[in-house]
């Protein structure tokens, strides 16, 4: 008689309700929103308006009509139409794929200064609480950093927790552009942090910024932290989906389609942020070169030729990385499929050494920068493999365009 304990159903059954008590366990710590109806949000307001305006008699273009179609419009613009135009709809000009990253700036700082004058009112609104006081404050004291001069905001909206990119580098100029794509609990408050600096977007893309400066100070490169999506909101139920993911793909996919020049493109992808780099993995185009991936919860797929990806693909994590103890199991759309670290899977993979936990990846010094940053740069020779066989480099040759 054979035994039930053996039996291939029960593993599957254990399997599953393995995943299913610590889904539902993680998932009491998370949060549900039921959103009401609320009135149009300050970026709906500015679109709304954009699709009603004029300019010297023309209607405008539709803002999702293609980069190439749009950037057309804005060259056959004179200075001053461009002008009126980042005064008149900021926060559209600010968020709009293909209009000139140097207006976008221009845009994005001006929404900033206002939304900030706007949560500055929120927080003398005595119908608020005393809890929605101080968020308006922290909210405004946010804003009002972002739009420092000399910071690039490439896009910015306001509406519930917000999202934001920033560019470190000129992205007009980069031969090779790096995407940082963070993970969950990021969003305008948490983007940028003085403690646990490297494990925010902003330090992230910093740090990565600054190595690969340092590696090759003759490569252009720019950097951009890319918090553009809506992450989910603490390690819960929201995370153990796609949804966010799958939301959060279409707008990778349309950032990295309206970057300016040929640049090639890596994408940098932490945690969760892992996952949306997986499922927009087979949309991308062919500038993308390079996807690599740190303490990933798994990339929606069972192996590197699922992703449907001509990009390369790089795996590293470190050993005290508690992510390592999600299952690595999709069922029922709970979970994201294999370990990326896997020898099934069949990424590179890379030393993490110092990294030290989940969040460490990007903290100088570390062999996790260091491989980030030469790929970054292209020179894939000189990353360093997790192991001593250097298996992560086969079929690469020696050239950086390799």
Known sequence: ??????????????????????????ATTGWTAIRSHRAESPLQASLSAWQRGHLDGRELPDVDAAPSSLAAFFASLSDGQRTGLVHRYPLVVGNMNGAPVELRYRANRLAL??????????????????????????????FAMLAVKNRQILAFDPEGT?????????????ERVSVVVPGVDTDL??????????????????????????????????????ADYTAPDGVGLDSATALRA????????????????????????????????GVAARSLPERVTDIAVAGSPGMRAETVGQLRT?????????????????????????????????????????????????????????????????????????????????????????????
Not at 1 to 17: C, G, H, Y
Not at 162 to 174: C, Q, T
Not at 193 to 202: D, H, I, L, Q
Request: net charge neutral.
């Open 1 to 26: 008689m054979t035994s039930f304990d053996s039996s291939p159903q029960l593993n599957v059954w254990r399997a599953l309700l393995a995943l299913a008590v610590v889904f539902v366990m993680l």
């Open 113 to 142: 200064k206002q939304q900030s004058r706007r949560e500055r009112t929120r927080m003398r609104d005595e119908r608020l609480s005393e809890a929605g006081q101080y968020a308006a404050g922290r909210r405004m004291h946010r």
């Open 162 to 174: 917000g999202r934001v990119a920033e560019v470190f580098g000129d992205l007009d100029k980069a």
């Open 189 to 226: 408050l948490t983007f940028q942090r003085t403690n646990r600096r490297y494990s925010a977007p902003v330090g992230m893309a910093e740090s990565l910024y600054g190595a690969e400066r340092a590696a090759s100070p003759a490569t252009r490169t720019a950097v951009i932290a890319w």
């Open 246 to 277: 799958e939301q959060g793909s279409v707008r990778l996919n349309a950032l990295v389609r309206s970057l300016p020049g040929g640049s090639t493109v890596a994408l940098v992808c932490h945690s969760y942020g892992s996952v949306v780099c």
């Open 310 to 402: 001509s990009a390369r693909v790089w795996a590293m994590r470190d050993a005290d990385d508690w992510i390592q103890d999600v299952p690595y199991l999709e069922v029922g759309g709970l979970g994201h499929g294999a370990d990326p670290v896997s020898a099934e899977f069949g990424a590179r993979i890379l030393s993490a050494a110092d990294a030290e936990g989940h969040s460490g990846y990007f903290e100088p010094g570390t062999e996790s920068l260091y491989n980030f940053a030469e790929i970054g740069i292209g020179t894939y020779q000189s990353v360093r493999c997790a192991q001593a066989d250097d298996a992560c480099l086969s079929g690469l040759s020696g050239s950086t365009t390799a």
